[in-house]
């Protein structure tokens, strides 16, 4: 039985165009997305549209990464950098806005303005499958769409009112050019003090590469705002698992069942996020 178009797929249709050829609409059509030529494009049960085409996206993170995300973001340690976003996005545009989150993962970062945004609809585009069954369902006006960010988005031209990239890889040719004329992009990217008392203690811990500040100065498509750096300090974390690196076979660590390594903070487990 054909899989029903998603509601938040639909609110979002007309943004969307087929990535082979660039520039016509698609539509709904059995379980599938068609474009007028006949390229057709898989709506998942899990309900997110993969456009992916030609040799697939191999970053992403798996399904003990993405378990390990949500109960991280479950902790609400990175309330105050959805929080900042949410407001940025607020300030920028009207609640009937259209927001693209470029690198979704689970959708936690798009939700939470969207939250923020009553009359507004989102689009998130991310490669992991695994990321993507969750930023379906994160909330009722957000969709979910496979598609790897390196590469032209599937999308129309001036097609956002903001574009959202949270901790996610950047692609300023296309934040341009799907930005309306007055929309908003919205970067939060972590600096060489993000986590800074976690990555003291765990000699293992991957390390914010010193040359992000000037690869992130390097100047980006106008209209951007700079929000500055936010630390924020919060208490113990509860709960059994320990923040979660990628699989240990990229970091060379010993792993788990789950092919991922806990790494408990050293106590106190105060953290600075320290975001621009």
């Known amino acids: 039985?054909?899989?029903?178009?998603?509601?938040?797929?639909?609110?979002?249709?007309?943004?969307?165009?087929?990535?082979?050829?660039?520039?016509?609409?698609?539509?709904?059509?059995?379980?599938?997305?068609?474009?007028?030529?006949?390229?057709?494009?898989?709506?998942?049960r899990h309900g997110y549209a993969s456009l992916l085409t030609g040799t697939r996206a191999t970053s992403g993170d798996d399904a003990a990464m993405v378990q390990a995300r949500e109960w991280f973001l479950s902790t609400g340690a990175y309330a105050p950098v959805c929080g900042m976003a949410a407001r940025l996005a607020v300030a920028a545009v009207s609640e009937q806005g259209t927001v693209v989150d470029v690198g979704c993962g689970t959708g936690y970062y798009l939700a939470g303005v969207l939250g923020q945004m009553p009359g507004a609809r989102g689009l998130g585009l991310d490669t992991s499958v695994c990321a993507l069954r969750s930023a379906a369902r994160a909330h009722d006006r957000a969709a979910a769409v496979a598609w790897d960010v390196f590469r032209p988005f599937p999308l129309a031209d001036g097609a956002a009112d903001v574009v959202l990239n949270v901790f996610a890889?950047?692609?300023?040719?296309?934040?341009?050019?799907?930005?309306?004329?007055?929309?908003?992009?919205?970067?939060?990217?972590?600096?060489?003090?993000?986590?800074?008392?976690?990555?003291?203690?765990?000699?293992?811990?991957?390390?914010?590469?010193p040359a992000k500040e000037q690869r992130a100065a390097a100047p980006t498509p106008?209209?951007?705002?700079?929000?500055?750096?936010?630390?924020?300090?919060?208490?113990?974390?509860?709960?059994?698992?320990?923040?979660?690196?990628?699989?240990?076979?990229?970091?060379?660590?010993p792993c788990d069942s789950h092919g991922a390594r806990s790494l408990r903070p050293p106590s106190p487990a105060r953290r600075t996020h320290a975001t621009r």
């Open 169 to 209: 890889p950047r692609n300023p040719t296309e934040f341009h050019r799907v930005l309306r004329p007055t929309g908003r992009l919205i970067v939060v990217r972590p600096t060489e003090r993000h986590l800074a008392e976690l990555r003291g203690g765990v000699s293992a811990m991957l390390t914010v590469d």
């Open 222 to 253: 106008s209209p951007a705002r700079d929000a500055g750096v936010h630390p924020t300090r919060t208490g113990p974390l509860s709960g059994t698992p320990g923040p979660r690196t990628p699989p240990a076979s990229r970091q060379g660590l």
């Open 1 to 44: 039985m054909p899989v029903s178009l998603p509601p938040a797929l639909g609110l979002s249709l007309d943004l969307l165009r087929c990535p082979v050829c660039r520039t016509r609409r698609l539509h709904p059509d059995h379980g599938a997305l068609r474009c007028p030529v006949g390229h057709t494009f898989d709506i998942t």
